[in-house]
């Protein structure tokens, strides 16, 4: 194992689809899964390349009625290759014997290359080499360099090079019964000596896609121009095709370069000629690679995390910065488009943004802040419609909705498959309002972190008014119980949509949900209160249409929320959630191999998940989660609850044995509040867990729809938190580090505000370096404070300073 390389030594068709999701290449701007050049979409390869914001709907009659779904488009297949020998064949795997079969990712450098040996059935063997990058230097480019080399034979060998537009949505089973055709063709041709293009157009959001190529040809290093014939298949796939004259031995490259646009590209009055203009200005495959490679290079300097002595975490870690930093780069400060789920990696989830963006977040606050303001301003933009979504259900503020796509309205489904009964059913899952939560935990998380005053003034202030703006006018005053009651939400659960025997979605006073109301009311009142000029403040009320008597509303909420608790200490999940029954979980375990999705099992069985107490991942225990101790503690003696080490620890007992961990995000939880509360063995167990659930998609075939985002950002945010002890305070960055037994010395650079923190930790040491930005100018003498195990130290800029931990 190379903590650089994710690597596969031989082909296993059953783990295809996987592979090509982790080898997907990608930078913010559009993503390309790893399949291989030479196919199309079958059972065991699907070639997908995906372009931030770029969605469709259709219509699909379903169970006698007609639904809707705004799918992420797959775009047509730029990687189209294949060869034949003489009058042969076209190389098909399955048709041939593979000597030899390497595929390698190299996260450091941001290439994926493969080589293969083949033998045919005359005895011919030839090898190929091909490496692709998507330009993390020029965001609209990819490139494919091609070699073929004949071991023991000399002959004519044919190659087709194309653009490949005849293409569906067909990369989650599940969705295979909804209409899947999102492309027609505009129009397509050549330009130059050497060029082809194709553009196409969805087919209701009415985008224009236009890929253009170039194909070069290198004998022996040096360039020729062999006759090249373009071939159309309709409108909707153009290919270059050309005959080499090969000797035993000798090796033809061929580059294919790439440019791809779309007609809502930031300044781009014509995609279809700026394509052909930025691929005829690529000289070849190595002048895109070595700028691309320099940034990749540059970008690691910021976000590596390095651990030395456990190579499957460093290899992990880098993996999950890796695919990160392919979804969303500094390339989103130009692109209007959100965090899908799966990344440009897959179609699950519909390319959908959900709150995953709650665990990523943190991960580009600490090293890239300029790309999470970016992703916030998706959510910005979309502040309107989250208003007119809380007004289409009588409700005031800004409800956004809980999953989202190109315009910001809800793009849940209403019924749902299930894979294990075949069967459709009603879908609930959008009444998880709490994602408008996560919204302005995420807003001030940002601000926390980064200082960007100009953008909580300008953006962030106004999106979390509006929003507790929204859960005032959904919070109801129980007349009976003087406090305020929420009703008809679902939790972070997911299971559980309504109360067992009736057919309204919903339930009653979710305590992550109520508690998490009162920290964005109180961070709205801190805003109004001491943060904002007076002049501001009116101005910022009067464009929201919040009056003083709903200030003091607010005020009354803080004091008098319901959080359902007993008084053995445990947070009741929602009201009515102790009235549920237990589920014999050791009878589901013996009974099916993966209860992961009990819920599904259950309805397949003629049950319902509302009626036990099981949960797909943490609910309650979020709370300890994205809130500190003390913020907790707060909340809770202001309410009127108690709140101790003693209570999360009942917590964390009882609702660990009912989650059934059917999300990649469970265990994240898990994780952090198990260390938090110093199960360190346990916690040490789920971290394991939590890496090993993409790499080895441990949820049973789901990260080959697209990797799970929430799962990578996380990991790394975990990392940093538990094990490197970071914690973020009002002036200062605070370091308790606790390196695993394995681990010999972990190093990581974090940004906090507008300084860089470079840190070594090794079992004797702990090294820090305190670098401001270069536009930040701080005197000579301005010492910058740090925490050290609860120990107050100062920093000279640019000093490195050590403290010893033996």
């Known amino acids: 194992m190379t903590p650089w390389k994710l690597t596969y030594n031989k082909f296993i068709s059953e783990e295809e689809g996987l592979r090509e999701a982790l080898c997907t290449l990608g930078n913010g701007y559009f993503g390309t899964r790893g399949a291989t050049p030479e196919t199309l979409a079958t059972k065991v390869h699907y070639p997908g390349t995906y372009i931030a914001g770029v969605y469709n709907a259709l219509p699909t009659e379903v169970a006698g009625r007609t639904i809707y779904n705004e799918d992420f488009v797959n775009c047509p297949n730029w990687l189209m290759f294949n060869y034949r020998i003489n009058d042969g064949s076209w190389f098909n795997r399955t048709k041939v014997k593979i000597l030899t079969w390497k595929v390698e990712l190299n996260m450091h450098r941001g290439i994926l290359s493969r080589r293969l040996r083949w033998q045919d059935d005359k005895g011919r063997i030839t090898l190929v080499e091909d490496h692709r990058i998507v330009s993390m230097a020029h965001p609209h480019c990819g490139a494919l360099r091609y070699s073929i080399t004949p071991e023991n034979y000399s002959g004519k060998i044919t190659v087709r090079s194309g653009l490949d537009g005849l293409i569906i949505n067909a990369g989650v089973d599940r969705y295979k019964q909804l209409n899947s055709g999102h492309l027609e063709p505009c129009s397509h041709g050549s330009f130059g ?123 992990v870690l880098r993996l999950h910065a890796f695919h990160l930093l392919q979804t969303a780069s500094t390339y989103n400060e130009d692109i209007d488009a959100g965090m899908p789920a799966r990344g440009l990696h897959g179609e699950a989830y519909r390319g959908h943004v959900f709150w995953d963006e709650l665990y990523i977040f943190p991960f580009y606050n600490l090293h890239a802040p300029e790309i999470t303001r970016a992703l916030l301003m998706y959510r910005y933009r979309r502040l309107g419609a989250a208003k007119e979504y809380a007004q289409q259900h009588g409700y005031r503020g800004a409800m956004y909705p809980w999953q989202s796509a190109s315009k910001g309205d809800e793009t849940t489904q209403i019924i749902h498959l299930n894979p294990m009964s075949n069967t459709w059913g009603p879908d609930y899952s959008s009444l998880q309002r709490h994602v408008s939560l996560a919204v302005a935990y995420n807003v001030w998380g940002y601000y926390y ?140 375990r013996r009974k099916y191999d993966n209860i992961h999705r009990i819920d599904r099992i259950l309805k397949a069985e003629g049950l319902s998940p509302d009626s036990y107490k099981a949960s797909k991942q943490a609910d309650v225990l979020m709370l300890f989660f994205v809130l500190s101790s003390k913020e907790l503690k707060d909340i809770f003696k202001r309410l009127g609850y108690p709140f101790t080490k003693t209570i999360m620890k009942k917590n964390f007992e009882y609702y660990f044995r009912r989650t059934s961990h059917g999300s990649t995000l469970s265990l994240v939880v898990h994780t952090y509040v198990a260390d938090l509360l110093g199960y360190s063995d346990r916690a040490d167990g789920y971290f394991k867990e939590t890496l090993e659930s993409d790499i080895y998609d441990s949820q049973g075939g789901t990260t080959q729809e697209g990797i799970h985002a929430g799962v990578m950002g996380s990991s790394l945010d975990l990392f940093l938190r538990s094990f490197a002890g970071l914690e973020i305070s009002e002036d200062r960055i605070c370091l308790a580090p606790k390196l695993k037994e394995k681990w010999k010395r972990i190093k990581f650079n974090v940004r906090y505000k507008n300084i860089w923190f470079y840190v070594t930790v090794t079992k004797k040491k702990l090294t820090i370096l305190a670098e401001p930005l270069q536009e930040i100018s701080l005197q000579v003498s301005t010492e910058i404070p740090i925490e050290i195990y609860n120990t107050t130290h100062k920093l000279i800029p640019g000093k490195s300073y050590s403290v010893k931990l033996e």
């Open 193 to 315: 000596k050497d060029g082809v293009f194709l553009q196409m157009k969805t087919n209701q959001s009415g985008i224009q896609i236009t890929e253009a190529q170039r194909t070069l040809v290198y004998r022996d290093h040096k360039r020729f121009r062999p006759k090249m014939r373009v071939i159309t298949h309709g409108r909707q796939r153009i290919i270059q095709e050309f005959t080499l004259t090969m000797h035993k031995g000798q090796k033809h490259t061929i580059d294919k370069l790439v440019s791809i646009y779309t007609s809502r590209d930031h300044g781009v009055a014509d995609d279809c000629s700026i394509a052909q203009e930025t691929v005829i200005h690529i000289e070849s495959f190595d002048s895109l690679y070595q700028p691309h490679r320099a940034k990749w290079e540059a970008l690691w300097k910021k976000f590596d995390v390095e651990v030395k002595g456990d190579d499957f975490v460093q290899l």
């Open 449 to 588: 972190s980064s200082g960007d005053r100009d953008f909580l003034d300008r953006y962030g202030a106004e999106m979390i008014l509006e929003i507790a703006h929204f859960w005032s006018s959904m919070a109801q005053l129980n007349e009976k119980t003087k406090r305020y009651d929420i009703d008809g939400v679902m939790g972070p659960d997911e299971f559980h949509e309504k109360y067992p025997g009736t057919n309204r979605g919903g339930i009653k006073n979710n305590a992550y949900t109520n508690v998490l109301v009162v920290w964005v009311i109180e961070k709205s009142l801190n805003i109004l209160d001491s943060m904002l000029a007076e002049e501001d403040r009116n101005a910022l009320l009067l464009k929201t249409g919040i009056t003083d008597e709903e200030i003091q509303r607010w005020r009354d909420i803080t004091h008098k929320m319901t959080v359902v608790m007993d008084k053995k200490g445990l947070i009741h999940q929602y009201e009515g959630y102790m009235d549920l029954k237990e589920l014999d979980w050791d009878e589901y």
